[in-house]
């Protein structure tokens, strides 16, 4: 009897030998080993929504594991910001954010996260200009003209935007301040009614994605002075940088990366910025951002994190400077 005892013991603890020995072997399986979720925080169709989309397609081939796209479009991407934030800090949780993390941090001092602390960046995706446009009703041929008649008119001159601490407004704003002209703030809510009003006659400058606006452009209906970066861009190479017109500090460009929570592993971090700066990189995806308006930006994870922080300072400086507010 007791003999049996025994044997029934030295099962049992033989048994959770080998569970405890399992676990321990699942807990030290290599990343990835499940499903990786990418946030975005707008809807369908947007940017983020087919960056994300076509990253994680490749992502899915290259790491082995189902990469899903879940869109959270709340409170101008903060939801999904928040989320990324109180997520396990493992890697299996990501987000796919633009230039407006950094925007509408340097404005609100409110947010339920820190943009700097709450967050370890993993990688950049792309970049793309910004079109600097006029209506035809203006006689604007350059940007230079544009200036010396701001000069002389003082706040004249309105600009429209996709709403109050856009990457529209600061864009304008620095160029602004680079070429010490005063212009009058026409905020809408969203991009498309800005062009429309622009084609229209009603606003007289905007300041948007290539994606928006060089569609009119090519279409004659409006008129496109400069990229915003400090030289020409691959995605409309026969356009003017505000570098060329003498304006390179007011330079600016969109961007599109990917974060993970704070104090996720490095080893982890690193397999995920070699796997995306490869994919982003390819012959196929360099086609890709060509057409939605952007170029592929590799960079380590401790060069996007010190990207975003020379941005954040330099967004909170124009916001002070400018008087920009959340609304």
Known sequence: MISRLVFVIIR?????????????????????NKPITLLVGSAAGG???????????????????????????????ILANVLLAKAPADGYTLVVLSSTFTTGA?????????????????????????????GKQTPFE???????FAKANPAKLNYGTSGVGSINQFATEI???????????????????????????QID???????????????????????????????APSIRSVGEAGYAQSAVELWWGVLAPANTPQPIV????????????????KNF????????????????????STELARWKRVAQAADIQPE
């Open 47 to 77: 940017s983020n929504d087919i960056f994300a989309r076509a990253i994680g397609k490749h992502l899915q081939t290259a790491l082995g594991v189902a990469v899903v796209v879940e869109n959270k479009p709340a409170a101008g991407g």
């Open 270 to 285: 690193q397999k995920l910025n070699a796997h995306i700066n490869k994919v982003i990189t390819s012959d196929e995806m």
């Open 12 to 32: 049992v603890v033989t048994a959770l030998g080998l569970a405890s020995v399992s676990s321990a072997l699942f807990a030290q399986a290599p990343f990835p």
């Open 175 to 201: 160029l602004a301040e680079a070429a010490q002209i005063k212009l009058t703030h026409v905020p809408y809510k969203g991009m498309s009614p800005a062009v429309t009003d622009l084609i229209g006659g």
């Open 106 to 134: 340097a404005i609100r001092t409110n947010l339920p996260y820190d943009a700097q602390t709450s967050f370890t960046p993993v990688a950049m995706l792309a970049k793309g200009p910004l079109l600097i446009t006029v």
């Open 289 to 308: 951002f060509i057409k939605e308006g952007a170029s592929p930006a590799a960079m380590s994870a401790e060069a996007f994190a010190q990207h975003l």
């Open 142 to 148: 350059s940007l230079e003209a544009l200036v010396a």
């Open 205 to 235: 400058l905007l300041i948007a994605s290539a994606p928006s606006l060089l569609a009119q452009v090519t279409g004659d209906k409006i008129r496109a002075l400069a990229v915003s970066t400090a030289s020409r861009s691959d995605v």
